[in-house]
């Protein structure tokens, strides 16, 4: 069974700190996205990675930035938190057009 | 105009109800279509793929309509564990590996 780990839960940072979230997928996937959910706009695409070293822009990086050093991790930077960034970011995996698998979600305050 | 859409509901209805949710896409070139339920304050979880002739799987049926740029999932005999949201999922204009996301419809099975 395809598991998808994300480093936290929930966390509390402050405005103006770094951020980084972190995602390891045991599949062997190439496809690793994040996402995050607010209501009433559903799932957002922030970055999507396609290989090692390889990134795309989804539909709102502004304000983030990502990292994938091994095929089985990427993650998620805030180089700066703001308010307007507290949301629940998933992390998901998957192989080239297959369905995602998605982790249990990082629910991130920026206070 | 939305990638996807979808009706929010919520679809209030009585255990052993069928019901029915559709979601349009804008994007004709589409090629990979999913359904997924997310329960409260849970990650997202593959449903079911719909397939060009439609598939079931059990109580619930998929079905894609090219021509009018739909796909729709029924639910028969419903029962009190599918309430839940349910996302409608299309790949993006221009990839075939991004994914985009409907904001979601509601379901609560009545008892």
């Known amino acids: 069974d395809v598991k998808v780990t994300q480093s936290s839960r929930y966390l509390v940072k402050r405005t103006g700190e770094k951020v980084f979230l972190e995602c390891v997928q045991d599949?062997?996937?190439?496809?690793m996205f994040w996402y995050r959910q607010d209501p009433g706009l559903g799932l957002r695409l922030i970055y999507f990675?396609?290989?090692?070293?390889?990134?795309e822009k989804g539909d709102i990086p502004e304000g983030y930035s990502v990292s994938r050093e091994k095929k089985e991790r990427f993650s998620l930077i805030l180089e700066s938190a703001s308010t307007n960034q507290t949301s629940m970011y998933l992390c998901?995996?998957?192989?080239?057009?297959?369905?995602?698998?998605f982790g249990d979600g990082t629910r991130l305050s920026i206070l | 105009r939305k990638e996807v859409e979808q009706d929010p509901g919520p679809f209030n209805v009585p255990e052993g109800a069928t019901v029915a949710f559709n979601c349009t896409y804008s994007?004709?070139?589409?090629?990979?279509f999913f359904w997924y339920r997310q329960d409260c304050r849970k990650e997202p979880k593959l449903l079911m793929s719909?397939?060009?002739s439609g598939n079931e799987d059990g109580r619930f049926t998929a079905q894609l309509n090219r021509a009018s740029q739909y796909i729709s999932l029924l639910i028969r005999d419903s029962k009190l564990s599918d309430s839940a949201t349910y996302l409608c999922?299309?790949?993006?204009?221009?990839?075939?590996?991004?994914?985009?996301f409907g904001s979601g419809t509601q379901l609560t099975v009545l008892p």
């Open positions: 719909v397939y060009s």
């Open positions: 999922v299309v790949n993006k204009r221009g990839s075939a590996r991004q994914l985009t």
């Open positions: 990675s396609y290989d090692v070293k390889m990134k």
């Open positions: 998901a995996s998957s192989l080239r057009e297959k369905s995602p698998h």
């Open positions: 599949m062997d996937h190439e496809n």
């Open positions: 994007n004709s070139a589409s090629q990979s």
